[in-house]
C-alpha cells in the first residue's frame, strides 16, 4: 500500500492519525500542494478528484475520501476498533464524524480558502478552478465558531464526540481544531469541556501524525 500525502494539510492527517492509531506503516509519497503537484498530469492519472489523501491498494485500486480509506484500513486492520462494534455504535460514529466534517471543518475551510491568496481560482478542490467569493468568508468564520459551540456542548454530554471511548469522530474533531487555527480561531476561554478533551487527545502518540 502507498499513502499520497501532504503533510501539512488536514484531510490526509486524519488518515496519518488514524494509522498511526492502529499501527499501520506504509510508505507514503507527498503531493506537494504548495507548488499544486495535484494538478500535474502524473498525479491526475492517480486521482483525477485532484486531492490528497489517496490510498493505492496492493492491488494498485486507488482510494480517495479521508473516511473511505479508514474504513478500508478498519476492514484490513480492525483492532484498535476505531469505527464502532454493535449497529447502533457505528452510526453514532458516522454521526458525529460526518457532523464534524460538515458542520465544523467545512466551515473552517470555506472561511479559508475564500480568503487566502494561494487558493485565488482554487476555492473549491477539483479540477474546475471556482473563484473565491470573499462574502463567503464571514459565513464560513461563522460556521466556525458555531461549530466549536456544537463541539463544546457535545463534550459536556460525553467524554469523547462520539461518546465513552476514542474513535475516528475524535480524529476529525482534533484535526479540525488544529485546521481553525490556520483562520486564527481556536476555542473560546468558556469552551473548558473543549479544552479537557484537547488535553486528552492531544497527550495520545498519534496526535504528532
Ligand atoms: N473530502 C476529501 C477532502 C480532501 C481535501 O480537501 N484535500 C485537500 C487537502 S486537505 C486537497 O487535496 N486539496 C487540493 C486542492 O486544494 O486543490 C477527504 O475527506 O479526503
Given at each position: 500500500m502507498k499513502l499520497y500525502d501532504y503533510e501539512q494539510a488536514p484531510n490526509p492527517r486524519r488518515v496519518r492519525m488514524f494509522m498511526a492509531e492502529k499501527g499501520i506503516e506504509m510508505p507514503v509519497e507527498q503531493v506537494d500542494l504548495g507548488t499544486r503537484a495535484q494538478l500535474n498530469d502524473y498525479f491526475v492519472a492517480i486521482n483525477p478528484f485532484v486531492a490528497v489523501p489517496a490510498l493505492e491498494t496492493d492491488d494498485g485500486e486507488i482510494l480517495t475520501e479521508s473516511t473511505a480509506i479508514c474504513h478500508y484500513l478498519e476492514g484490513l486492520q480492525p483492532e484498535p476498533n476505531l469505527l464502532g462494534t454493535t449497529p447502533l455504535e457505528k452510526g453514532q460514529i458516522m454521526m458525529w464524524d460526518r457532523r464534524i466534517e460538515l458542520?465544523?471543518?467545512?466551515?473552517?475551510?470555506?472561511a479559508f480558502r475564500n480568503s487566502n491568496p494561494n487558493f485565488v481560482s482554487r476555492s473549491?478542490?477539483?479540477?474546475?478552478?471556482?473563484?473565491?467569493?470573499?462574502?463567503?468568508?464571514d459565513r464560513g468564520i461563522a460556521r466556525a465558531h458555531a461549530g466549536f459551540e456544537m463541539l463544546n456542548d457535545r463534550l459536556g454530554e460525553a467524554e469523547y464526540i462520539a461518546g465513552n471511548r476514542f474513535t475516528i469522530a475524535d480524529i476529525t474533531a482534533f484535526i479540525a481544531c488544529g485546521f481553525a487555527r490556520w483562520i486564527r480561531l481556536g476555542p473560546a476561554d468558556y469552551h473548558a469541556n473543549t479544552q479537557?478533551?484537547?488535553?486528552?487527545?492531544?497527550?495520545?502518540?498519534s496526535a504528532s501524525a
Amino acid at each position: 500500500m502507498k499513502l499520497y500525502d501532504y503533510e501539512q494539510a488536514p484531510n490526509p492527517r486524519r488518515v496519518r492519525m488514524f494509522m498511526a492509531e492502529k499501527g499501520i506503516e506504509m510508505p507514503v509519497e507527498q503531493v506537494d500542494l504548495g507548488t499544486r503537484a495535484q494538478l500535474n498530469d502524473y498525479f491526475v492519472a492517480i486521482n483525477p478528484f485532484v486531492a490528497v489523501p489517496a490510498l493505492e491498494t496492493d492491488d494498485g485500486e486507488i482510494l480517495t475520501e479521508s473516511t473511505a480509506i479508514c474504513h478500508y484500513l478498519e476492514g484490513l486492520q480492525p483492532e484498535p476498533n476505531l469505527l464502532g462494534t454493535t449497529p447502533l455504535e457505528k452510526g453514532q460514529i458516522m454521526m458525529w464524524d460526518r457532523r464534524i466534517e460538515l458542520e465544523f471543518m467545512a466551515g473552517i475551510a470555506e472561511a479559508f480558502r475564500n480568503s487566502n491568496p494561494n487558493f485565488v481560482s482554487r476555492s473549491v478542490i477539483g479540477t474546475q478552478n471556482f473563484e473565491q467569493i470573499p462574502d463567503l468568508v464571514d459565513r464560513g468564520i461563522a460556521r466556525a465558531h458555531a461549530g466549536f459551540e456544537m463541539l463544546n456542548d457535545r463534550l459536556g454530554e460525553a467524554e469523547y464526540i462520539a461518546g465513552n471511548r476514542f474513535t475516528i469522530a475524535d480524529i476529525t474533531a482534533f484535526i479540525a481544531c488544529g485546521f481553525a487555527r490556520w483562520i486564527r480561531l481556536g476555542p473560546a476561554d468558556y469552551h473548558a469541556n473543549t479544552q479537557r478533551w484537547l488535553d486528552t487527545i492531544s497527550a495520545r502518540p498519534s496526535a504528532s501524525a
